[in-house]
T-cell receptor, first 114, second 114 residues
Framework: QQQVKQSPQSLIVQKGGIPIINCAYE??????FPWYQQFPGKGPALLIA?????SEKKEGRFTISFNKSAKQFSLHIMDSQPGDSATYFC?????????????FGKGTTLSVSS | DAGVIQSPRHEVTEMGQEVTLRCKPI?????LFWYRQTMMRGLELLIY????????DSGMPEDRFSAKMPNASFSTLKIQPSEPRDSAVYFC????????????FGSGTRLTVV
């Protein structure tokens, strides 16, 4: 119940393509769903986050789609660029618990070719 | 703001030796997290603190691992004795408790136990 399952493990797209990364969860107590971006040699950095009261959130070229009934959420990267090549992690956290921590998916390595 | 500061960046040690990893969280953040990253298991939560108090250490793999947070500006993760399977990148992150602002990660410590 505490897992967040992420797919695919790796993804290769051409510049301008729209990579989509999917995540699924079981714990209905989760109510905060961020995505993190990690470049080699660096720590993960918060990219965008969503709460389950909305079905979509956009920030620049990055969009989260959220399906509460299916317990799934996904990251879409519009007009992908070579600089977007990185590892992406989805995560989830419950809110109504005294002190909770993010549970991360296993990551998706994205390569955008020019 | 210098962000979350971890030291050392790289550590190579022999099996059986004691290893101490250090973390300075962002000033004002009152939650601190230790994660371990490997290719096989992704980002695993080891332990986290709220207001310097350990809340959940269920992710600490064995008694060989211990973590302390003696004050709001410093935390250590100690492995004694170290084993080759402890080789990984260890990340420290901090956040404001009860605010879904996400975590700020340090750059990590790459530990190699030979």
């Amino acid at each position: 119940q505490q897992q967040v399952k992420q797919s695919p493990q790796s993804l290769i797209v051409q510049k301008g393509g729209i990579p989509i990364i999917n995540c699924a969860y079981e714990n209905t107590a989760f109510d905060y769903f961020p995505w993190y971006q990690q470049f080699p040699g660096k720590g993960p950095a918060l990219l965008i986050a969503i709460r389950p009261d909305v079905s979509e959130k956009k920030e620049g070229r990055f969009t989260i789609s959220f399906n509460k009934s299916a317990k799934q959420f996904s990251l879409h990267i519009m007009d992908s660029q070579p600089g977007d090549s990185a590892t992406y992690f989805c995560a989830a956290r419950g809110a109504n618990q005294a002190g909770t921590a993010l549970i991360f998916g296993k990551g998706t390595t994205l390569s955008v070719s020019s | 703001d210098a962000g979350v500061i971890q030291s050392p960046r790289h550590e190579v040690t022999e099996m059986g030796q004691e290893v101490t990893l250090r973390c300075k969280p962002i000033s004002g953040h009152n939650s601190l997290f230790w994660y371990r990253q490997t290719m096989m298991r992704g980002l695993e939560l080891l332990i986290y603190f709220n207001n310097n108090v350990p809340i959940d250490d269920s992710g600490m793999p064995e008694d060989r691992f211990s973590a302390k947070m003696p004050n709001a500006s410093f935390s250590t993760l100690k492995i004694q004795p170290s084993e080759p399977r402890d080789s990984a990148v260890y990340f420290c992150a901090s956040s404001l408790r009860n605010l879904h602002d996400g975590y700020t990660f340090g750059s990590g410590t790459r530990l190699t136990v030979v």
